[in-house]
Nanobody
Framework: QVQLVESGGGLVQPGESLRLSCAAS????????MGWYRQAPGKQRELLAA???????DYVDSVKGRFTISRDNAKNMMYLQMNSLRPEDTAVYYC???????????WGQGTQVTVSS
C-alpha cells in the first residue's frame, strides 16, 4: 500500500487561502490518478478535485475556479491550493486515489480546514 500524509490545514477567515499538501510513499503514486476528498461533520466524504497521473485536473462545480490541484511526481507530492475559502469548505481534507481503492491506500488522518470569522 501507499502511505499518504496530508498537511497544511488550519483556521482561516472567509476569503482567505490555504495550501494543502499530500506526501505519498512508493512508486504507485506516480502512475495513479489522485484526488482530494473532504468530509464535513455529519456528511459523507466527497471527491473535490482529481488529477491524472500526467497532470490533467478536474473539479466539482462547488470548488471550480477557487481550488487548484497539482502534483509533483518527482517529489511524490500532491497539492491543493484553496482560495476564496467559505465557511462551507470547513471539513477534514484527505488525499487518495481516484477512484478510491483500499488496495492502493487506506484513509489517512486528513487535515482539518476550518473557515470561520
Amino acid at each position: 500500500q501507499v502511505q499518504l500524509v496530508e498537511s497544511g490545514g488550519g483556521l482561516v477567515q472567509p476569503g482567505e487561502s490555504l495550501r494543502l499538501s499530500c506526501a505519498a510513499s512508493g512508486r504507485l503514486f506516480r502512475i495513479s490518478n489522485m484526488g482530494w476528498y473532504r468530509q464535513a461533520p455529519g456528511k459523507q466524504r466527497e471527491l473535490l478535485a482529481a488529477i491524472t497521473s500526467d497532470g490533467t485536473p478536474d473539479y466539482v462545480d462547488s470548488v471550480k475556479g477557487r481550488f487548484t490541484i497539482s502534483r509533483d511526481n518527482a517529489k511524490n507530492m500532491m497539492y491543493l491550493q484553496m482560495n476564496s475559502l467559505r465557511p462551507e469548505d470547513t471539513a477534514v481534507y484527505y488525499c487518495n486515489s481516484v477512484p478510491y481503492r483500499q488496495s492502493f491506500s487506506s484513509w489517512g488522518q486528513g487535515t482539518q480546514v476550518t473557515v470561520s470569522s
